[in-house]
């Protein structure tokens, strides 16, 4: 399982999706360019001490993401506003990679093109959306759940 970030506007969610790869052992995958500057201090708050312990690879490119995807052959599940099925409704395999767009646009309907499957979390009726690292959670959960993938507590 692999959380991918596509071109992150806002340096506190990424960090956050980092901190979230870090604790629950899932590796994360940025593909550039951000909105904002890596090592921005907003990134480090947000990740706290806990970006040392994520698997991190960057990627300059969706082209370049997509080379390295399909030689892994996984996967690819998008998270999107307008996915064609209820996250918790769908049957997650244990090599998704769970690609999330960009806080400002998504991503480009030629990425939505690309995915296997795309998802969206049930909202009641006027809201738009959830904030992009919530939403990230929230789906990652059920597919740790699904695919019995949560790391083992040493001392509960």
Same mark, same amino acid.
């Given at each position: 399982?692999? $959380? ?35 090592? /921005?201090?907003?990134? @480090? ?11 991190? %690879?960057?990627? @300059? ?18 998270? %999107? ?6 996250? %918790? ?6 090599? /998704? ?30 809201? @738009? ?14 597919? $740790?759940?699904? %695919? ?9």
């Amino acid at each position: 399982m692999k $959380l991918i970030l596509y071109q992150p506007d806002i340096p506190q969610n990424a960090g956050t999706l980092l901190r979230l790869g870090a604790c629950l052992g899932v590796a994360v995958e940025v593909i550039e360019p951000c909105g904002f500057v890596w090592d /921005d201090r907003r990134l @480090r708050r947000a990740g706290m001490d806990y970006l040392a312990g994520v698997h991190l %690879t960057r990627h @300059r490119s969706w082209n370049a993401y997509e080379e390295v995807r399909r030689a892994r052959n996984e996967r690819l599940v998008l998270l %999107t506003t307008r996915g064609e099925q209820a996250y %918790t409704d769908f049957t997650f395999a244990p090599d /998704d990679a769970l690609l999330l767009g960009r806080e400002s646009a998504g991503v480009p309907d030629e990425i939505h093109g690309c995915a296997n499957a795309s998802l969206r979390i049930p909202l009641r009726s006027g809201q @738009r959306s959830l904030n992009v690292a919530v939403a990230g959670a929230m789906v990652l959960g059920e597919a $740790l759940r699904q %695919t019995t993938q949560f790391p083992q507590e040493e001392n509960p």
